[in-house]
C-alpha cells in the first residue's frame, strides 16, 4: 500500500510540483492550501508524512506543526517545512513546534524525495 503524504503550501504550482514528484515516485498525495484547510481535510486521517510550506495565510506552517503535535494522532507523524526561510531562528522555531526537517525552496525534485524517503521509506 502506498505511502501517504499531506503537502501544504499556498501555492497551487508548488503544490502541484511536489503532488507530481510524489506520485511518479509512488506515494498517494493529498493537498491542501493552508493549515486550517490540512487539519479540515486530515480529521484523524492517517497519513504516513505531511509537508508544509512556511508561511501561508489562516494558519501558517509552525502553527499547523503545533496544532498536529497537539493531536494524539498526528503525535509522531514526521513534519517537513517547504520554506524559502533559511534563518536560524526560524529552523529554531520550527524545531521547538515540532518540525522533524527542514527543506528551503526552491529544491530540486531529488532532494525532496531523499527527504522524503529518508523519513518514511
Do not use: C, H
Not at 5 to 28: C, H, K, N, P, W
Not at 66 to 94: C, D, H, N
Amino acid at each position: 500500500m502506498a505511502k501517504v503524504i499531506m503537502t501544504v503550501d499556498d501555492s497551487a504550482s508548488v503544490r502541484q510540483m511536489v503532488g507530481f514528484t510524489l506520485r511518479q515516485a509512488g506515494y498517494e498525495v493529498m493537498e491542501a492550501a493552508d493549515g486550517k484547510d490540512a487539519l479540515a481535510k486530515l480529521r484523524g486521517r492517517a497519513v504516513d508524512m505531511v509537508l508544509t510550506d512556511l508561511n501561508m495565510p489562516n494558519m501558517n506552517g509552525i502553527e499547523l506543526t503545533r496544532a498536529l503535535r497537539a493531536s494524539a494522532s498526528y503525535k509522531f507523524v514526521p513534519i517537513v517545512l517547504l520554506t524559502t526561510e533559511s534563518q536560524a531562528a526560524k529552523k529554531q522555531e520550527g524545531k521547538a513546534a515540532g518540525a522533524t526537517g527542514w527543506i528551503v525552496k526552491p529544491f530540486k525534485p531529488e532532494q525532496l524525495l531523499k527527504v522524503v524517503k529518508k523519513v518514511v521509506g
